[in-house]
């Protein structure tokens, strides 16, 4: 029997996770109601843009390059310096969904991204 594929093989791998990636951050740094977490990020993303792009290959179950470079996650942990609450948790999912929207043409897997992230990104409010 086949194994099924994991989110990486469905989404297309390596090319299309960095897509994603600056497709995300790219709304981030353009819309105006996205101020507030684009504020909380270095001037220049290519940082936050590589981190997210290591994190996504490895949470989609592909090559684990977040843990290589930078041991778990701990996402939580490793933003508790910044003060997070609904609105910066909505506005992070909004460039999200934009970014999913443009890049993963398959509904079905959209929604199951879509779902997923929103889990991650409720999980890192640490402030009412």
Not at 45 to 57: I, N, V, W
Not at 78 to 91: P, T, Y
Request: with cysteine.
């Amino acid at each position: 029997t086949m194994l099924p594929q994991t989110h990486y093989q469905r989404i297309g791998g390596e090319a299309v996770i960095k897509q994603l990636v600056q497709r995300f951050y790219e709304h981030m740094d353009e819309l105006p109601e996205t101020y507030g977490i684009r504020k909380m990020h270095a001037e220049d993303l290519a940082g936050s843009r590589q981190k997210l792009f290591d994190f996504l290959s490895g949470w989609t179950g592909g090559p684990q390059l977040y843990k290589e470079k930078h041991g778990e996650p701990f996402l939580r942990r490793r933003h508790l310096h910044f003060a997070i609450g609904d609105s910066e948790r909505d506005q992070w999912m909004h460039c999200m969904q934009l970014a999913l929207d443009e890049v993963i043409a398959d509904e079905n897997l959209r929604g199951e991204l879509y779902q997923a992230f929103v889990k991650v990104a409720d999980h890192m409010r640490n402030k009412v």
